[in-house]
């Protein structure tokens, strides 16, 4: 999908996220797109407008329309399915599995039975750690 993040110095660099064509939902300063390696139906990202490498440099109107949008993203997602879960998940830096050098935030929905045991969910991350 993307450039590495070791690239990740090179301010304004037209990484894909850094484009809003093809989002689901536009914005002012975020915006909702859907994930092209989508780890299950509807998993959408939620990217700043403005190019931003790491989540946590993100300005605090920035991240009122990340939340705003993550919320909209949901209700979208619920009108067409039953609710069963989320997982959200922001990932920083190469060492946390970030793939593309502009911040995004991953809304996973989830299905029950789409794993054997979902114990733990985010904490999966150090798949060893996740049962507890
Ligand atoms: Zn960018």
Known sequence: ???????????????????TDGALLPGPLAYVRPDKFPVTPCHRLVNPVRHETHFFAINPS????????????KAVVDAKDHLDGYNLGINVGEVAGETVAHAHLH?????RGDVENPRGGVRGVIPAMQHY
């Open 62 to 73: 920035e991240l009122d329309a990340i939340w705003d949008l993550v919320a909209e993203a």
């Open 107 to 111: 809304v996973i929905r989830r299905y």
């Open 1 to 19: 999908m993307g450039e590495k993040l070791k690239d990740a110095g090179a301010v304004q660099k037209p990484y894909p996220f850094c484009s």
